[in-house]
């Protein structure tokens, strides 16, 4: 067999493998690290990378334009609707590349940063079952697997929010994330009984193609979007994320907001893909909820960062502002999605919102990074405590900068790219919507440049004279986001051609994502 | 947690095999009647819970260590999950039932109809049910052990 067979065969099989590996990795690792210490970090970030090269193969081919389906179990494509199936389009694989460079990312800056903990094998397992968690259910085609991959995605995120036990404040965390995504994956198990007593299907290119929007479906709808947002942090039910995001270890909240986001997916999935055509039969259009939700978690989200004094609740209340833009951008899209004269408009926005959901996952995710190495160097988070590092860690500071250039939206930075297009698409739906938009912007830059002043900036303080720069494997984290932060921000335009468009032309298309299953479904052109 | 009288000793004693064969039996007819892999693992775990009560876990603790027990569980899931790469590399998709139709281990395809229950039949979903049997029978035997464990510690401090 030569090589380009060989690649051929692993294209074909590539979605069940890339949840396959990462949850193989998981159950050996707890055998591996009776071993050695080293040689199961090693081994993670092997299964890891291996994952992160399937995706992007799986991602290179997905992008041309090409819709990949997976039978489990069967190679007989009779029947698919009824067979559990894997369908991946570009917004799933865009969202894969995600997740699975944040989680790789994460592994690299545990091998320090959790070095001193015991328990590191179930740390480890928890992280791999996390991962595959997310990468199924950004992959899967079914909704009821969607649910399923949902509950393995808490389960091992809420133990991995409490993984410093002897901090109460960790173990509260913890619990309020479980109870909160227990209520929201009810809630999802609940609309998806609704759509199998009407449809008999689960499969998500069934059900949209047969959706009739009837009483029921608008109580389905409601509830999915209600669940998902709650798990995506979404004002009003953002109280769970300041905690979790707060008190977990650093690297697990940096995997915490790629699956904030792969709940977002959901919700997008479902607005776009599920109801589909349906969506603006509604007298209350959908979108406008999307953008009213959106501008109230923006305003919220950097309102309640000016007052914290906590460094990691502050960056993750700006996350809660950083989702804002997401929904902003993409609800926009949804408004003017069934109306022709707007379509350049609704494409851009979505543009924005899907560009936004990858700048969004970096630019936090480097500054919780920057906020654990303090952490690691000083023992200390609150701001009232720190100040003058900017002497022991420069490399840090550097990278600190370039996040809260990226956060605020400032060129050369992958925020900007991603916000002017929000900004121009919002503008001209409505203005005032962009200028909220602008406004939580500025005021996001100026709560950063407070962080900035307070904690690298002042006179040396005597208790911080032997702080030292974190571990290599530290600034190789926290450096690989950064260069990609740059490289996104340098050339946005690469970026948005290759990757953003086709995604966000999936979203707009849905129609495509039936016909893979369907062939004689008709709508969604 | 301290032991129990002499009574619930011997009675737990004898009651212990039975308990495990009739959950072993569960698992292993998993594919012809109700119940599989969790369910006849619940069952065995319940009988390794009856033991861990009447003879204390201090006991149990000295003759089970949690970490062999949580190396078992491990094995369990990587079983289920190689089986169904096995499916990938001897089959053709991840999951796909390669046994079924080669008359070799529970390889062998009943007639249609036939009231008989034939324990040779399934493919892989019988070796599956056993890979999450004993996942199963050694997850809860070990939250159980290591929760009694923890309980003595405070009962202990008090």
Partial sequence: MNVADLIALLLQHSPALIVAVPLLGAFITPL???????????????????????????????????????????????????????????????????????SLVAVIYSWSFMKENTGLDKYYTLILLMTAGMLGMELTGDLFNFFVFLEITSISSAALVAFWTNKAKSVEAGFKYIVISTIGALFILFSIALFYGQYNALNMAMIASAIQYTFLDKI??????????????????????PDAYGK????????????????LYGVFRVCFTIYGGAINLTPISVGWI???????????????????????????????????????GIGTGLVVML????????????????????????DVGLLFLVAGAIYYATKETSLNKLG?????????????????????????????????????????????????AILSSIMLLAVFVKVFHAAFLGPALPKFENVKEVPKSMLIAMGTIATIIIIFGLFPELIINNIVEPAANALVNYGDYIREVIPSFAGGV | MSGMSKIVKTISGIAFPFITIYGLYIIAHGHLTPGGG???????????????????????MNRVREKNLSILESLGAVCFILLALLGLGFGTVFFNNFLVGTNSLFGVVPAVGSGLANINTGGVIPLMNFAVGLKVIVGLFGIVLVMAYASRTKEGKK
């Avoid at chain 1, 509830?223 to 994320?241: E, F």
């Avoid at chain 1, 950097?302 to 804002?324: N, S």
């Avoid at chain 1, 996040?403 to 060129?411: C, V």
Wanted: glycine share 8%; aromatic share 8%.
């Fill in chain 1, 248 to 263: 977990a270890p650093s690297s697990v909240t940096l995997i915490l907001v790629g699956a904030t986001q792969a709940s």
């Fill in chain 1, 290 to 328: 999307l953008v009213i939700l959106g501008i109230i978690t923006m305003l919220l989200g950097v309102a309640m960062a000016i007052i914290q004094t906590d460094f990691k609740r502050l960056i993750a209340f700006g996350a809660v502002a950083e989702i804002g833009y997401i929904l902003l």
């Fill in chain 2, 38 to 60: 969790f369910q006849g693992g619940a069952i065995v775990a319940s009988g390794c819970a009856m033991i861990l009560v009447s003879y204390g876990s201090i006991w149990t």
């Fill in chain 1, 32 to 102: 591996i690290s009776r071993l050695n210490d080293k040689v199961r970090n090693v081994f993670v970030i092997l299964t890891l990378g291996l994952t992160a090269s399937l995706v992007f193969l799986l991602a290179s081919d997905v992008f041309t334009g090409n819709i990949h389906t997976y039978i489990f179990g069967s190679q007989d494509l009779a029947l698919p609707v009824v067979r559990i199936l894997f369908e991946v389009d570009a917004m799933s694989a865009f969202m894969a590349i995600i997740s699975v460079i944040l």
């Fill in chain 1, 339 to 362: 109306n022709p004269e707007m379509t350049a408009t609704g494409l851009a926005a979505m543009k924005g919102g899907i560009f936004h959901i990858m700048n969004d996952a970096l």
């Fill in chain 1, 388 to 436: 003058g590092l900017a002497r022991n860690m420069k490399y840090t500071t550097v990278f600190f900068i370039i996040g809260l250039l990226a956060i605020s939206g400032m060129p050369p930075m992958n925020g900007f790219a991603s916000k002017l297009l929000i900004y121009e698409s919002t503008y001209q739906l409505n203005p005032i919507l962009s200028i909220i």
């Fill in chain 1, 220 to 241: 389905a709808l409601v509830l999915l979007i209600a669940a998902l947002a709650m798990k995506a942090g979404v004002v009003p039910m953002h109280m769970w994320l």
